[in-house]
Nanobody, 114 residues
Framework: QVQLVESGGGLVKPGESLTLSCLASGFDFKHYTMDWYRQVPGKEREFVARVWETNRTPDYADSVKGRWIISRDNSKNTVDLEMNNLMPEDTALYYC???????WGRGTQVTVAS
């Protein structure tokens, strides 16, 4: 079955960097678009970034564009989110998703605080 497992979250200070990783299994990873989302308690889940199964340029939310980079390694079945210049408003639970079929991981918490 499809499984998505996020890792790499933690507590960092403003301006620091963190890289999240999502390990996918149970499907032919290289053929699927993959997303990262985030959610703050009491708010709706918010799109962060998308990496396509083709060479198409990734998509980013305006709030992270220019600061973060999404990438994939089809040999490892992973999709990473490199988060630079983190800000307190980036604090959230971050989810990996395969939009085809609406599959989600359990999330990894990122907290940005001084």
């Amino acid at each position: 079955q499809v499984q998505l497992v996020e890792s790499g979250g933690g507590l960092v200070k403003p301006g620091e960097s963190l890289t999240l990783s999502c390990l996918a299994s149970g499907f032919d990873f290289k053929h699927y678009t993959m997303d990262w989302y985030r959610q703050v308690p009491g708010k709706e889940r918010e799109f962060v970034a998308r990496v396509w199964e083709t060479n198409r340029t990734p998509d980013y939310a305006d709030s992270v564009k220019g600061r973060w980079i999404i990438s994939r390694d089809n040999s490892k079945n992973t999709v990473d989110l490199e988060m630079n210049n983190l800000m307190p408003e980036d604090t959230a639970l971050y989810y990996c998703s395969r939009p085809t079929g609406n599959y989600w991981g359990r999330g990894t918490q990122v907290t940005v605080a001084s």
